[in-house]
């Protein structure tokens, strides 16, 4: 199939796409497109038959990766999932800018990005398209609610800042208003401690079934967020002690990642994959492996 007619905008700047999103007729519908990795097969199965849309993936201002001045990072929303795949060893921004990111955090959204589908599509894909998107299988949306990341909208009444943890709201829905543009995703300056991640899927490069990141920045409790759970991503809180008993006991590493699993599963919410058995058990199991894999790191 072929996509129902639309008008095309390329637009030249992100104020550019908002004048465009906002010019809008009554009876047109509007859409924004990024690397059109999730939007270009919609548009092909009709699924969506947008009158306009608004290409935003050559806007140089979305495209950039940049140190903040409070240590954080800011990654444009038109970044590929390929730039973040190929940034430097070390922790640099690049070759040509020697500033570093914050500790553990080029490794952590290297080895996210490294993990979504497949190169080709990693090259095309966008950052801020897929947490838009909000499909519940996506990867960066619990990696960036982990990370606590903040998402940065743009729009006719200005800019606004919403956590990560409470930008996508359900399947395909998020915090973004009519008219607005995701313009970035801001990364907090706090070093990580330790990192680990889960992720099951039956085919590499496919949607996952379960997603986890845990990310230990030295609190007193331990979060996992969990991907994957037909909805929002979702956290379950874990007590440093048990955490550090797990990790540090003397028990065969099965047996320390069958504990870690009864003790997530026993808080997993009721919502996640009701009635069966079998989804809830691998929640829970991709879950504990993320927390095992961090505790593991150094
Ligand atoms: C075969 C296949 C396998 C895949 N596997 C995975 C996987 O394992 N894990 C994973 O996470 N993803 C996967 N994806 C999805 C891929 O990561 C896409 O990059 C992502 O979902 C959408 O990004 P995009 O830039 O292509 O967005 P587009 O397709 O251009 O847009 C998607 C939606 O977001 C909106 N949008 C885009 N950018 C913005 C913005 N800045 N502001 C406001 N709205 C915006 C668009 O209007 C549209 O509704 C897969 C895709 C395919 C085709």
Redesign the pocket.
């Known amino acids: 199939m072929k996509p129902a007619p639309f008008r095309y905008h390329r637009a030249a700047s992100l104020e550019d796409a908002i004048a465009t999103l906002a010019s809008a007729g009554p009876d047109d519908d509007v859409?924004?497109?990024?690397?059109?990795?999730?939007?270009?097969?919609m548009l092909n199965l009709r699924l969506v038959r947008p009158t306009v849309l608004v290409d935003?993936h050559r806007i140089e201002a979305?495209r950039a990766i940049e140190p903040l001045p409070d240590g954080g990072v800011r990654i444009g929303?038109?970044v590929t999932?390929a730039q973040l795949e190929d940034l430097p060893p070390g922790g640099a921004f690049s070759a040509a800018n020697p500033a570093v990111f914050p500790a553990g955090l080029a490794d952590v959204l290297r080895h996210v990005a490294g993990?979504?589908?497949?190169r080709a599509?990693r090259c095309?894909?966008?950052i801020?398209?897929?947490l838009?998107?909000a499909?519940p299988?996506?990867?960066?949306p619990s990696a960036l609610a982990a990370l606590g990341a903040t998402i940065e909208l743009t729009g006719p009444a200005g800019r606004r800042n919403v956590a990560a943890r409470d930008f996508c709201h359900g399947l395909f829905e998020t915090a973004?208003e009519p008219g607005?543009?995701?313009?970035a995703i801001l990364l907090p300056g706090s070093g990580i401690r330790r990192w680990g991640r889960g992720k099951h899927?039956r085919k590499a490069?496919?949607?996952?079934h379960a997603l986890a990141v845990c990310i230990d920045r030295g609190g007193d409790g331990v979060e996992v967020w969990l991907g994957a759970t037909g909805a929002a991503p979702v956290a379950i809180a874990l007590d440093r002690a048990f955490v550090d008993g797990v990790a540090g006991s003397r028990a065969s590493a099965a047996l320390r990642r069958t504990r870690m699993r009864e003790r997530i599963a026993a808080s997993l919410p009721a919502a996640i994959a009701p009635g069966d058995a079998y989804a809830r058990h691998l929640h829970a199991q991709v879950a504990a492996e993320a927390v095992i894999d961090a505790m593991a790191n150094p």
Do not use: K, M, N
Request: with cysteine; proline share 2%.
């Open positions: 859409r924004v497109i990024a690397g059109g990795q999730s939007l270009g097969p935003i979305l929303a038109c999932h993990g979504i589908a497949y599509i095309r894909g966008t801020g398209g897929s838009a998107h499909d299988a996506a990867d960066w973004i607005e543009v995701l313009a899927c490069g496919e949607f996952a």
